[in-house]
């Protein structure tokens, strides 16, 4: 079945961690209120624990949204299991969890994930691209999910794994300055997507995007404006922590 992230005729509406904006980041929590909002999928970030297993965290440190301390990549399954990743954002959400990767797919495999591998050159994480793409197959979800990173190292690795799914490159500097521009010659990559932070967009971005048939991921827009004038050049979908602010979402 052909890819939901490269057939949609409209502006997607993805939560950026989840609704972040109401609950924990990367939570069980923050996905399920982002499909209460009208949220079309989510944006999630992954490491490996020390074990080898995929979890669901944004940070290279649990220090900043639980209350434990250290690398997820010398903390065992077990260890991050106890950390809480709620009370930090609002006591309501205490005991809120880190969860895994297929936990997260149990929960929202049935509609669209961006799963972000969190990897830079340099620093990463050997046979992450390998174990995602199982837990992708193990699920069934080639259909639903788009994988990208800041790494076009990773995202190569990726596509050696798992061809079938779609891969976005993401950046916060130009595509064609010279440095991406080397990069890209490197690993020779061809992103289906790119995915650029919202405020190099343009139309001409657009354009440009999609004569060569690649699909335009804005992140992270949270100012309802903004989203309508993304929409209007024809954006494929916008990350946010406020998917209930997006054109046409009528609030709960």
Known sequence: MPSLWLTSDRTLNIAH??????????????????????ADGV????HLSADGIPVVIHDFTVDGTTDGTGRVRDLPLAALRELDAGSRFDPAFAGERIPTLEEVFAEVGGRLLNVELKSIPGNDYPGL??????????HGLADQV???????????????????????F??????????ARLVAAL??????????WWGMV?????????????????????????????VEWGVDAII?????????????
């Open 17 to 38: 961690r989840g609704a972040s904006a109401v609950a924990p980041p990367n939570t069980l929590a923050a996905f399920r209120r982002a499909a209460d909002l009208g």
């Open 43 to 46: 944006e999630l970030d992954v």
């Open 129 to 138: 691209e390998e174990a995602v793409a199982a837990l992708i197959r193990r």
């Open 146 to 168: 788009l994988v990208s990173s800041f790494n076009p190292f990773a995202l190569r690795r990726f596509r050696r794994a798992m061809p079938e799914v779609p891969v976005g």
């Open 170 to 179: 993401l950046y916060e500097t130009a595509p064609l300055s010279r440095a």
């Open 187 to 196: 690993v020779r990559l061809r992103p289906q997507a790119l995915h650029p």
């Open 202 to 230: 343009t139309p001409a971005v657009v354009r440009r995007a999609h004569a060569r048939g690649r699909r335009v991921v804005a992140w992270t827009v949270d100012d309802p404006a903004v989203m309508a004038r993304l």
């Open 240 to 252: 946010t922590n406020h998917p209930e602010r997006m054109p046409g979402i009528k609030n709960p």
